[in-house]
């Protein structure tokens, strides 16, 4: 069973930064495409951002400009960079590991809370 796990949330000031670790027990995180996914409270979860196996990212228009989604193939951990947070950032932020079409695997999630 594929494990994986967020962390680095927590609370930050707007304008301020975090950044999230996405890990898992899946070796070679290199290979699979991995994507951050944010869950505002009462709100249906929605894509932040996605570094695919070839390292091609993309992100959701909201984010664009403000966080960078990163791997790190020795440390088997994909982050997201979060700069200029503004309090609509607040939420629960999980990560997917899709390692095929049909076979994916979320964490448990880890909350930000943007609020001065």
């Known amino acids: 069973q594929v494990e994986v796990v967020e962390s680095g949330g927590g609370l930050v000031q707007p304008g301020g930064s975090l950044t999230l670790s996405c890990t898992t027990t899946?070796?070679?995180?290199?290979?699979?495409?991995v994507t951050w996914y944010h869950q505002a409270p009462g709100k249906r979860r929605e894509l932040v951002a996605t570094?695919?196996?070839?390292?091609?990212?993309t992100y959701s228009d909201s984010v664009t400009g403000r966080f960078t989604i990163s791997r790190d193939d020795a440390k088997n951990t994909v982050s997201l960079r979060m700069n200029n947070l503004k309090p609509e950032d607040t939420g629960d932020y999980y990560c997917?590991?899709?390692?095929?079409?049909?076979?994916?695997?979320w964490g448990p999630g880890t909350r930000v809370t943007v609020s001065s």
């Open positions: 570094i695919f196996s070839s390292s091609r990212t």
């Open positions: 899946a070796r070679y995180i290199s290979i699979y495409d």
């Open positions: 997917n590991v899709q390692l095929g079409v049909h076979d994916a695997y």
